[in-house]
């Protein structure tokens, strides 16, 4: 399956702003994290199709993962 | 008495006078100082159904027992005023470095009272008071304004001043200090105008003594590493600035684009956080004593300026359409130099686009200019001709989006809150926050309790934005721990590294009167229902806690937040319920004693 990953602010340096990932099906964003050396405590918001998403919740072909380190409000 | 100075300037501008009175250290405890105090001093002398112009209205410019203190972003003070805006109790809240000044030249409150009969400015050295003709500078932008006075000025001198729409009345105008941090909201701006008064300019030399410096010292360091180990003021905010909000807010589909048409905007990364750290900024600022340094200082083509923060971002592009950053930077300078609130002023011309776009104005309306959503330039020029009433367009729009979209007769296209224009979240999607904005004493406003915080970062801990348990209780806390912030003169944005425990220790170390987290928030909740009972006096009612049509009714057309409603009439009756209010949202006799508020 297909899903593409959206990064932003410190977490793009080394890795780019967005990235399409070919993953086996079944996969979860645990998973993407791993692949892409962010840390869970790097994660601060973490949104699967621009909903709250879950570490363990299983991706589905076609989604969008963003993730966000700690920042700021206004 | 520690943290205050004790005196409050009372200054007269119909027969520039002036005297000093005690301050009533009682009265300053009850209501903390700021917002607090300014709210209770206008609620003993001002009529609450008085027109905001009326030389009888006061504008008291009020600082905190904190500011001008070591405590971490302390040095905000507050203008508090009849708004003309709103016709609610206006508080604006500013940074930079005036409100320390001004503790530093002895005094906790300034209450400018009456009308000078021609333009002037009040110089202030520790405890000479004088008066000089403003003549020279009416009409010029704050940038100008502040030059100029600097020249006749002591050294290290700070300058308040309102801009060009102060003097026109625009409702929509800003107090300035520090050339281009702002008393933003409510059109404060315009009641100082209204007096005549250009500007003050002060200079102190002494510090407020704190009561105990050692337990200070130690409640200020902690904090301090609390802020810097933080992940959004330690490193989020400083890095990126407030701007860091768009790709959130827009990835979440809750960011309002094209008047609150939509709410996902295609264009956001080029207006990003991220794109401003790049390409635009040239330097973070600070306000006094503040380890965060949020602040931006950009340039875009020939401009630079302080600036611009996410609302403003915000106002100046996805709510207009517009897509270039050079063009949210230029309208941003420019409303700072006109002396506009940048949420409302963008917000108006994105009133006007839709205005515009539905054939309501008309092509011969538009001096030559254009007036299409995602007109960059032209958006920066109706700011520049807003501040100056320069048309009869531009007048409409300086009068803000609601009194605008009225004059065409259509008030639903303004997206106001008791017609304070609404900032950069859409309340649809983030439940919480919407009930804050329907029940916000000064109208549309997200810092009247940011629950952006818990609903979209996280902090203190995660809320379901879409769901509305728990959320009144939620905005009640949020609004009387904010209401404490902003009395005691520290800034908001501390609040995402600090907790109610921390600021009853410093005030405590400050002030030397024990304070607990719950008396804190006491002291928020009898300042929230002041300001409720000030607003029912002034005939502001209930029925104005509510949200615009377009936002009650259409629901989010797409994107992530697609089919979403506010959930308002469900939360509302308990929100009312956890503030001890009637089913009508009337403040209970019992709950005004309990608190000690007069009713
Ligand atoms: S956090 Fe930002 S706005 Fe607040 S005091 Fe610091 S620099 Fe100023």
């Known amino acids: 399956m297909q899903i593409k990953v959206r990064l932003f602010a410190t977490l793009r340096e080394g890795r780019g702003k967005e990235l399409i990932m070919d993953l086996e099906p079944g996969l979860n964003p645990q998973l993407v994290i791993d692949l892409l050396k962010i840390k869970r405590d790097e994660v601060a918001i973490l949104l699967v199709n621009g909903m709250d998403g879950k570490f363990d919740q299983q991706l589905i072909d076609g989604d969008t993962v963003s993730i966000f380190p700690p920042v700021g409000g206004g | 008495m520690h943290g205050y100075r004790g005196k409050i300037l009372r200054i007269n501008l119909s027969d520039k006078t002036w005297k000093l009175e005690k301050l009533d250290h009682t009265e300053a405890l009850k209501y903390i100082g700021g917002r607090g105090f300014g709210s209770k001093i206008m609620f003993d002398e001002v009529d609450p159904n008085i027109d905001a112009f009326d030389p009888a209205n006061k504008v008291i410019i009020a600082t905190g027992p904190m500011t001008g203190t070591p405590t971490p972003a302390g040095g905000r003070y507050m203008v508090v005023t009849k708004s003309p805006l709103t016709g609610t109790i206006a508080s604006s809240n500013s940074g930079g470095y005036w409100g320390a000044e001004m503790k530093f030249a002895g005094y906790d409150m300034i209450i400018l009272e009456g009308k000078s009969e021609k333009p002037v400015s009040i110089f202030i050295e520790d405890d000479k008071i004088e008066f000089r003709d403003a003549g020279h500078l009416w009409g010029k932008t704050t940038i100008e304004t502040t030059n100029e006075l600097m020249k006749e000025a002591p050294e290290k001198a700070k300058v308040l001043c309102i801009g060009p729409a102060g003097e026109n009345l625009s409702k929509i105008a800003a107090v300035m200090n520090d050339l281009n941090r702002a008393a933003g909201r409510s059109g404060v701006g315009a009641v100082v105008g209204s007096k005549n008064l250009k500007a003050i300019v002060i200079k102190g030399s002494s510090k407020p003594t704190v009561a105990d410096p050692d337990a200070l010292k130690d409640v200020v360091k902690r904090g301090r590493a609390q802020i810097k180990e933080n992940g959004v003021t330690g490193a989020g905010l400083p890095t ?360």
């Open chain 2, 240 to 599: 990126y600035g407030t701007n860091v909000l768009v790709n959130i807010i827009n990835e979440q589909g809750v960011f309002p684009t094209r008047n609150f048409q939509e709410t996902y905007f295609d264009k956001a990364e080029e207006v990003s956080g991220e794109t401003m750290s790049e390409q635009f900024l040239l330097k973070r600022e600070s306000c006094f004593a503040c380890p965060i340094a949020c602040g931006r200082y950009t340039k875009a083509d020939d401009i630079e300026t302080g600036g611009p923060e996410y609302e403003s971002v915000w106002a100046f592009s996805a709510a207009c359409g517009v897509s270039d950053m050079k063009s949210a930077i230029k309208a941003n300078f420019w409303a700072n130099e006109m002396g506009l609130d940048t949420i409302s002023a963008g917000v108006t011309v994105a009133t006007a686009m839709e205005l515009y776009e539905k054939g309501i104005i008309k092509d011969d309306e538009l001096d030559g200019l254009g007036l299409k959503f995602g007109d960059g330039d032209s958006m920066v020029e109706w700011v520049k001709k807003l501040g100056r009433r320069d048309g009869e367009l531009a007048s409409k729009m300086a009068e803000g989006s609601y009194r605008l979209a009225d004059a065409y007769g259509h008030p639903d296209l303004s997206m106001t809150v008791k017609k304070q224009e609404l900032p950069a979240y859409d309340p649809r999607g983030i439940k919480g926050q919407g009930l804050q904005y329907a029940t916000s004493n000064r109208g549309g406003c997200h810092v009247r309790g940011y629950l952006i915080s818990p609903e979209i970062l996280g902090l203190p801990e995660k809320l379901d934005r879409l769901e509305i348990k728990g959320k009144p209780g939620w905005v009640k806390i949020f609004q009387d721990l904010t209401a404490f912030i902003d009395s005691c003169g520290m800034c908001l944005f501390t609040s995402f590294a600090l907790n109610a425990d921390d600021y009853a220790e410093m005030f405590s170390a400050v002030t030397g009167e024990k304070h607990t987290a719950e008396d804190i928030l006491k002291a928020g909740d009898r300042i929230w229902n002041l300001e409720r009972i000030w607003n029912l006096k002034a005939g502001i009612d209930p029925s104005q806690d509510k949200l615009p049509k377009r936002l009650m009714e259409e629901p989010i057309p797409s994107g992530p937040s697609k089919g979403h409603l506010p959930r308002l009439p469900e939360m509302l009756p308990l929100y009312y319920q956890e503030r001890g209010w009637d089913e009508n949202g009337i403040p209970t006799p019992e709950k005004l004693k309990e608190l000690g508020v007069p009713s």
